[in-house]
């Protein structure tokens, strides 16, 4: 008996050391077993009858731990995974996002150059610089934490810099509102006054059966109306612009004027007046050559008075839309073209595409345009009242250095009340004799040296 148990025990221990030699790792109740060190013999057989299945037991013990670890490693690889798609998915939305944001910026940019809006496309420019922004964050997020949010320190020079055009953009608003604010000061009334000359002809039509001099000195304060607030337009667009005020006064005025606020806006009204009134004597300012005023000069007149009466209650938008190629349409586009130099459009504007436009025979929808085109139906309807009276009046002008005549004149800057002895400095509109009957020359005067 002592012999096969001594056998047992040797058997014993050489499938154990072949057990941990496979398996490194012991079970932890076996390590926390209180058993003593020394086993009798029938508990030695006892072990050795179960050492068998002990072993498979163990071995299946550390299979399913090795399974459920190996399955938490997959459970978390594809929480992450699951988390990084999702993130992907989330930045692909906000990418869209921006891009249909940047085509709307764009395609507002595109609408606010036809017709011309310098505000619209400031602020378009503004829209396609932010998400052009916007996209260069979310390209730089991606490759940073493949869609992962950014930090703040990464989104917030973005954030700095869209505060930054908001503020411009504020600053803008600003400036425009002072400039409009200032032009309602300049053109003596502003957008009351202008809707206030518009009422004016309708009214004048109800009670205008023939021609006459009340008539003509009506048309003609509406004309003086009219090239002041547009004076008043095209100096604020100077400043706008940047140009050097003083030398285009020179310009105008052929010498050194004081430059104040008035007298640059009298220059400006001078040069404009100047070129709306060149071919006044002519019945078509020569844009056409008929002779109807010499061949049939009754029939002639009448049908001059006919055209301003049904040309009393229209806007000049809705007259061009229904006259495009009338003598009106021709008219306008021919003195917006003398007026508007190429150089001074390209400044206001950025671009000339209001006089491509105008030289392809269309009519702008702009507000500019707007305001040019109640001046020249001012002068156009002026023109057709002179062409319809007996007889037709005279137009003069105040040449630069003659002396004041309050008879002809009326002094408008310079000398205050046009002192005796005053010079002429330059005309800023001209005047007409009637018969017996005087519209005076408003002109800007300088003391005699």
Sequence with gaps: MAVKATTNFADLIHKVTASCLIHPLTRPHLHETNEPESLSDSEN??????????????????????????????????????QRVKNVETLLSEVFGAVGALKLAYVSMQAAHSPWDPQGVRN???????????????????????????????????????????REVREREAEVAELKERLRHLGGGGGDR?????????????????????????????????????????????????????????????????????????????????????GFENESFYISGMLSCLLEPEKHRQDCFAQF????????????????????????????????????????????????????????????????LVLAKAVWMLHRLAFAMEPLPSQFRASRGAEFHPEFMESVGGIPGGVSGGLVSFSVTPGFKIGGFVIKARVCLVSRK
Excluded at 136 to 156: S, T
Aim: glycine share 6%; with cysteine.
């Design 45 to 82: 057989l006892e072990f050795h009858d179960d050492s068998d299945s002990d072993l498979e037991e163990e071995e299946q013990t550390y299979r399913e731990l090795g399974h459920k670890k190996l399955g938490q490693n997959h459970e978390e690889e594809n929480s992450k995974l699951l």
């Design 309 to 372: 009466k049904a040309m009393l209650s229209l806007d000049p938008p809705e007259l061009l839309s229904l006259l495009s190629e009338s003598l009106f349409g021709k008219f306008s586009a021919k003195k917006y073209m003398k007026i508007v130099h190429p150089k001074m459009e390209e400044a206001f504007f950025g671009g000339l595409e209001q006089r491509r436009m105008v030289a392809s025979g269309k009519h702008p929808k702009t507000e500019f345009y707007s305001e040019f």
């Design 194 to 278: 202008m809707k206030k000359m518009k009422r004016m002809p309708s009214a004048r039509g109800e009670v205008a059966a023939a021609p006459s001099f009340e008539l003509f000195e009506s048309c003609m304060n509406q004309v003086k109306h009219s090239s002041k607030s547009f004076a008043a337009l095209l100096l604020s667009l100077m400043r706008a612009a940047h140009w050097d005020i003083a030398a285009a006064v020179r310009s105008i005025t052929g010498g050194a004027t004081t430059l104040s606020t008035a007298s640059a806006r009298l220059a400006v009204e001078s040069y404009v007046c100047c070129k709306m009134f060149q």
């Design 124 to 166: 378009a420019d503004v829209g396609v610089v932010v998400e052009l922004r916007r996209l260069a964050a979310l390209r730089e997020r991606f490759r940073r934490g493949g869609g992962a949010p950014q930090p703040p320190a990464v989104v917030a020079p973005y954030e700095a810099v869209v505060e930054d055009f908001k």
